[in-house]
Structure formats: structure tokens, C-alpha cells
């Protein structure tokens, strides 16, 4: 067996397995009990009214931009440059403008008093930290969430699902539940659950017969399997378990790096992390992560999207200053204490 120390590690129990193979068995395609039993459990559980399951959290994106271009027609959208690339890419298949927007220095989400020149968001809660959802909707913009990474985190005591216009999720394979790839979006609005459920299932009218073809609007094909709906829906009942364990590492990387060195800064009494990511600010990060890689301690670092070569546009000031410095640590539902000390150790010893 390594010692290797991973970044991430996909978490499937047996019962994950046995409930998948069954679906396999039975179902397998998008039309099997699962998908609409996952919808409705993660609508309860982030306690948003609807919920439309989708085969990746870049879909989920794509489709609320569809929906959000079919109710507003073209509109310049706001997104920050530090992100996945895939917040940005979403938005800039189906609108003709996006805007790279700049990011707070300490706690790394889109900086609200710097949004300017924009008709719409695509937000993000990055590394899993929400954004303050009440600056953000005193914008008065129409906002889609991008909340891939904050399944499980809260917002002023409320898990994140419902503050926004609509919230999407990732469960690719390195995130908190995972269904191997896979995505969700919810929302409180009716027309967008309906026009999502359309979009992404090749714009069929939902009033149509069963045997006749009918398309009302443009859409595509998003949806998500019976297997892997099976698969996040054995997960959604550990959610909770896997934000404590990941508050359980962050904490222990919290004592040996605060003020040390800059890690994300936060008021934990209106926020609450679910540790998706755990980053720290280094002057020598490239140095220090081929060293530790070396080591078999896996690092990875992050980027700013507007320099990325398919948009060649300036980086914002903040947006580039941690993108030079992060390192992104191991942390997941698996890794332990020991294993969490000895990644902060060597890190300090390399600085
Ligand atoms: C912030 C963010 N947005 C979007 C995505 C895209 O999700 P997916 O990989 O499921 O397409 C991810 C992660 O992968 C992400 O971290």
C-alpha cells in the first residue's frame, strides 16, 4: 500500500455500491425512481422548493444561463476570475459578454462593492466558503450560484440552496457527495424549474402526450442516470458527517497556520465552511509544492481564468494575487489527523 498522502479520495461505501448496483439492475436510465428521490431530498435538504438533477455542474451552469437568457434576454455577466474555469465558461456559450470580475483579498470570493457594468452574476462560493448572500442580493441583480464546491455549507444558519435566483451543484468525483460526475440545480422559482426541466431534457413540452414528440424550446441533453442519481442520493445522507470530519482537518490545519501564514479569513458566526478546499497563501508556492510532491504529499494550486489562453484578458489585482500564491492542501472525507499534521509540518518547514 502507498503512503501516499491524496488531495482528494472519492468516498463510497458498500451501501453506496449495493444501492447503485441495484439501480443498475433495474433502471440505469434517467427515468428510474432515483433521480426524482434525489431531487427531492436535496431540495429538502438545502431547503429550496425544486430541484432538477444534471449530468455534471458545468450542465448546471449552462442550463440556468439558458434559463436565465430565455427570461432576460442577452445580458453582460459579471463572474470573478478566481473560480474553475467552468463558471466562466458556462456563461460565455450561451451570452455574447462576460465580465471578469475582481475577488476580496482575505476571504477570496467575488469582492460585492467592486461589481460594476454588469446585468447578471455568476457567483461562486469559493472553496466551498459562502458568499455574504444578503450584500450580494442588495445588488438587485438577477444571480445564478455557482455552489459547486459549498454543498453542506450555511449561510446565517441555512444550508446554501435557496438565496439565490438559482444554485448549482457539482458531484464530481473530488467534491464532499459524488455520484462520479453529476450535478443539481435548485431554485424557488417555479418558471425556472420549469424551464430547467425542459432545457435540460431537449426542450420537451412537459403537457405532451407520453407517445407524441413535442419540443417547446431549444434544449439539450443534461440529464442525469438512475445509477448516478442512486449514488449521490446514498451520499446526501452523510453530508453532514463529511463536514464535520472536514472541519475536524481544517481546524488542525488552522493551528499550525494561523497567523503564520494567510489562509481564508471568515466570520464563523454568519458563515459556515464546509471545507470543500483548504488553501494557503506561500511567496515560494511552486517551490514548496514540487518539493512536497516529491514527497508523496499531493498539492495542487489554482488559477486566475482571465489569462487562461481562451480568454487572454487581464487578470483583476486580487484575482492574480492568490492565484500566485495558493496552495491547495489534501483534504477529504478519509484523510486523518496524523496524515493532516504531517502535511503542515513539511509545508512549514519548506517556507
Ligand atoms: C466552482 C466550480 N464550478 C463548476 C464546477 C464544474 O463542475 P463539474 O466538474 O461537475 O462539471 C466545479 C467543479 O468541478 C467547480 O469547482
Sequence with gaps: MSNKIEWDCPDFTESDINYAIKSLNFYIGAKGPNVEL??????????????VAVDNGTNAIVASCMVLKHMFGELTIGVPSFTFIASANAPQFIFKNIKFLDVDKDNWNLDINKVKDVDALVSVDVA???IDYDSLNGLGLPVISDSAESAGSKYKGEYIGSQCLMHTFSFHRSKLISSGEGGMITTNSKECYDLLKSYSNHGYDFNKKSWEYKHKT??????????????????????????????????????FFKGVIPIQKYNNKVFSHNYFLYGVLVENRDFIIEKMN???????SWASIASQDCYRRQDPLFS???????????????????DAETVATTLLSLI
Design 38 to 51: 434525489l431531487e427531492n431530498s436535496f431540495a429538502k435538504k438545502v431547503g429550496a422548493k425544486y430541484a
Design 128 to 130: 466551498g466558503l459562502p
Design 218 to 255: 431549444l434544449g439539450l441533453n443534461f440529464r442525469m442516470s438512475d445509477v448516478h442519481a442512486a449514488l449521490a442520493l446514498s451520499q446526501l445522507s452523510r453530508l453532514d458527517e463529511y463536514v464535520s470530519h472536514r472541519k475536524f482537518i481544517a481546524e488542525i490545519y488552522d493551528s
Design 294 to 300: 516529491s514527497q508523496g504529499i499531493t498539492i495542487k
Design 320 to 338: 492574480k494575487y492568490i492565484a500566485d500564491r495558493i496552495m491547495l492542501l489534501p483534504i477529504h472525507n478519509k484523510l486523518k489527523k496524523n
